[in-house]
């Protein structure tokens, strides 16, 4: 069972930063490809960006390419989202996922992340 713990989440101004941050509980963290999606009031929760256990490849939403990054760093555990340029349609709740075991392709695929964490809320004012 791994528990993420995602963190970093504010409120910022329209063109500003931040950085997310995704802690995991499991030893074998590294393994793992990761995820972050996004879920406003009334919408679908949305794929972001994911990242697989080697960092060798990601994969963005075309909304959050060329803005987005995402990274981790296997030897603490967490992954990172870090947003620049933000958008007030970015304002959402963001959650990082754990998804398939020793994957070469950064899915996008809901279904196939077992891991969530609980979510923390961006909020990009005007």
């Known amino acids: 069972q791994v528990q993420l713990v995602e963190s970093g989440g504010g409120l910022v101004q329209a063109g500003g930063s931040l950085r997310l941050s995704c802690a995991a509980s499991?030893?074998?963290?590294?393994?793992?490809?990761m995820g972050w999606f996004r879920q406003t009031p009334g919408k679908d929760r949305e794929f972001v960006g994911s990242i697989i256990r080697y960092a060798a490849i990601t994969r963005y939403a075309d909304s959050v390419k060329g803005r987005f990054t995402i990274s981790r760093d296997n030897a603490k555990n967490t992954v990172y989202l870090q947003m620049n340029d933000l958008q007030p349609e970015d304002t959402a709740t963001y959650y990082c996922?754990?998804?398939?075991?020793?994957?070469?392709?950064?899915?996008?695929?809901?279904?196939?992340?077992?891991?969530w964490g609980q979510g923390t809320q961006v909020t990009v004012s005007s």
């Open positions: 499991e030893r074998t963290f590294s393994t793992y490809t």
């Open positions: 996922a754990a998804g398939p075991i020793a994957s070469i392709d950064p899915t996008n695929q809901q279904r196939l992340y077992n891991y």
